[in-house]
């Protein structure tokens, strides 16, 4: 099969929507996939089963989850447009508005659904500015009490994202404390309650027994429906971004040039300056670079147990979350084909990109 391709194992998948699902039997929570992290939609008949639908950060995604996820369809914007609105409400069961303002605005038009607001507790997990939500002069969401108890007779809901690949139980907990604590005269008038995504549950050794009891007490204390919106835990090592060799040089380090571009097929990782997840083990090492032209285009340094020959096949591991959601068409570099692995082992090519798609992205 011709390189470069995001290959989805579908067993994998399944392992991490089992655990999703014991969550939410125990802890009585529900849960959303967030569709800003992963949105192919080719495995959906598969998380549907484990789900209870998707949450959105657009129209475009809102309609996504509406047409090819369904179950219960979120809508979340940081901004509504006029033009938008009604036909968001047509997708949508529940809308959560990110300001007062916007639910001032247009609170009316989605009074035949349920209306939610975002709180800002003014605290988070992320360690990175760029994605914290907590930031200062953070746009997202409301975080003065006395403002939003003068809206709850037009919410019954809201939705508080402040948790960012959190594996710490113990953080977690103490941090639904403070929120219990400082808002808790709120939640008390509430019917639901969305804690947001970030909560890293599919990772090794992560206590869920603690979690979903944890949950499931939150939502007795305050009579609330718990939703969770998980993005990168649903997903989180399903997927590989398969690439080849086609050129080796050195200079100081011996480098391999694979045909694909960290820009354009796992920019998060430059934005975050991350490395991607390659090979570690024997005794050569190489630089596993991009294509593009980019001086930085770099997926990170990787180890393998024999030299590395042009044509010779390198799989970069976890290329799920906020990757193929990102994937642009920088330097005109073909687009990685999505691939899946089915449960018997065989591949099955789901899209694949042309010179027409890079074409028909500009005009
Ligand atoms: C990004 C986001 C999520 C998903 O976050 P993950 O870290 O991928 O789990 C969920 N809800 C909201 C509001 C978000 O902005």
Not at 96 to 104: D, K, R
Not at 318 to 341: C, E, H, Q, S
Request: hydrophobic share 40%.
């Amino acid at each position: 099969m011709q390189t470069p391709f995001y290959l989805i194992d579908k067993a994998a998948l399944r392992r991490n929507m089992e655990i999703v699902a014991r969550l939410r039997e125990v802890s009585g929570a529900k849960a959303l996939l967030a569709l800003k992290c992963f949105a192919s939609w080719s495995v959906f008949n598969l998380m549907r089963d484990y789900m209870d639908g998707t949450t959105s950060s657009s129209l475009y995604e809102l309609h996504l989850g509406a047409e090819k996820f369904g179950g219960e369809t979120h809508a979340y914007s940081v901004a509504w447009a006029e033009h938008e609105i009604d036909e968001a409400v047509g997708y949508a069961d529940k809308i959560i508005f990110n300001s007062i303002g916007q639910l001032e605005r247009f609170g009316e038009r989605a009074g035949g659904i349920t209306r939610g607001l975002r709180l800002n507790p003014r605290f988070s997990t992320s360690g990175f500015d760029l994605a914290d939500p907590a930031r200062p002069f953070s746009r997202l969401g409301e975080w003065d009490p006395v403002k939003i108890e003068g809206v709850l007779d037009r919410i019954s809901g809201v939705m508080i994202h402040y948790n960012c690949e959190n594996r710490d139980f113990a953080l977690f907990d103490q941090q639904l404390g403070r929120i219990e604590a400082e808002f808790g005269s709120i939640l008390q008038r509430l019917d639901w309650v969305s804690l947001g995504g970030g909560i890293h549950f599919t990772g090794e050794g992560y206590p869920v027994e603690a979690l979903a009891a944890r949950l499931k007490a939150f939502s007795e204390r305050f009579g609330v429906q718990v939703y969770l919106e998980p993005g990168e835990a649903a997903i989180t090592d399903t997927t590989t971004l398969e690439v080849t060799v086609l050129d080796i040089l050195e200079n100081e380090k011996k480098l391999a040039i694979v045909d694909a571009s960290i820009e354009a097929h796992m920019l998060d990782l430059l934005i975050y300056r991350e490395a991607a997840r390659l090979p570690q083990e024997g005794d050569h090492a190489y630089q596993i670079c991009g294509k593009s032209c980019l001086a930085g285009d770099i997926f990170g340094d990787a180890r393998f147990v024999r030299p590395l020959q042009v044509g010779d096949r390198v799989s970069v591991r976890d290329a799920a979350g906020y990757t193929m959601v990102k994937k642009n068409w920088f330097n005109g570099v073909k687009m990685p084909a999505i691939v899946l692995r089915q449960e018997d082992g065989s591949l099955t090519v789901v899209r694949d990109f042309g010179y027409e798609d890079y074409r028909a992205s500009l005009s």
